[in-house]
């Protein structure tokens, strides 16, 4: 596997930008956990106070801010982006234009928080969420296109290359929770997080739990193993009771949020020692730190 640099300096932009178009901004990470918009934002508190209307993926990021002036119409310019994007073999995933993509959008943007000075307090945006899938790891973008007035349009522009889909299925649905339990009797999680050294779930968590809870109501007579996982910093000892202590959470949340059967659940942890990949990088460490699912 490349080093984690190398893979965030070769990710492209998902097309090219408009003709004219001045970089006024761009930044990379190797990897990066990114709340991609999948619904209306209306809710206050920016993307944590409207977590559920996102998908959480990670990988590689790359942002790209961008202006045109000289009287560009930023409908034409999101008109440009769509068919670019189309082209690219790309598929959408939500769009919105103005007061369709909700009152909070303009503060929960992309562009409002790679680039504040030009995006934050406006109105008026065009917004696209793409995915591309790929063999090596699906591609996600999320492009929106505002005026800024005087003429002037910003673009920003975030694509997002997932290292592997181990990693990168942080929201996987009940169904595919299910057939993956019923082929392969158990199914990796990356869709439910804790901070760092502690066992409090996430409100980023939401939509996980939520899939885990419907599978349960539809197949009353499953029942499964929680098992949490950790990568290999700190002690041993230290990381079998964290592991542990977090998938007991998930349980407790199932059953005192989602009202599931306790006795159908069963927590346990195992610290650091069935990795799925060495703990020598983070992109390894991301992908031992996770909560599964086993058939029971």
Not at 80 to 87: F, P
């Amino acid at each position: 596997m490349a080093a984690p640099a190398a893979v965030a300096q070769n990710v492209a932009p998902a097309v090219s930008p408009p003709e004219g178009a001045e970089i006024v901004g761009e930044s990379r990470e190797a990897f990066a956990t990114y709340p991609l918009i999948t619904d209306r934002i209306v809710q206050r508190g920016g993307i944590q106070g409207n977590i559920s209307a996102t998908r959480t993926v990670e990988g590689a990021l790359a942002r790209r801010t961008y202006r045109l002036a000289e009287a560009a119409d930023a409908e034409s310019i999101a008109e440009g982006y769509a068919t670019r994007l189309a082209r690219a073999g790309f598929d959408t995933l939500y769009a919105c234009e103005a007061e369709a993509c909700g009152p909070m959008f303009e503060r929960a943007s992309p562009g409002a928080r790679a680039a504040a000075d030009l995006f934050s307090r406006r109105s008026g945006s065009y917004y696209r969420a793409v995915r591309r899938s790929a063999g090596g790891g699906d591609v996600y973008a999320a492009v929106q296109v505002t005026p800024i007035g005087n003429g002037v349009v910003a673009v920003q522009l975030d694509t997002l290359q997932v290292q592997a889909r181990e990693i990168g299925a942080i929201s996987v649905n009940a169904a595919e929770m299910a057939d993956e339990l019923d082929t392969k009797g158990r199914v990796a999680l990356y869709g439910i997080f804790f901070n760092t050294d502690s066992a409090q779930i996430k409100s980023e968590s939401q939509s996980t739990l939520g899939e885990i809870a419907k599978l349960m109501a539809e197949q009353p007579d499953r029942r499964l193993l929680v098992v949490g996982h950790t990568d290999s910093r700190g002690g041993f000892d230290y990381n079998i009771d964290l592991s542990k202590r977090r998938a007991e959470a998930v349980v407790e949340a199932l059953t005192a949020r989602y009202g599931v059967d306790p006795d159908r659940l069963k927590p346990w942890g195992v610290g650091y020692t069935a990795p799925r990949a060495s703990n020598e990088s983070d992109i390894g460490q991301a992908k031992n730190r996770r909560v599964e699912l086993v058939a029971w």
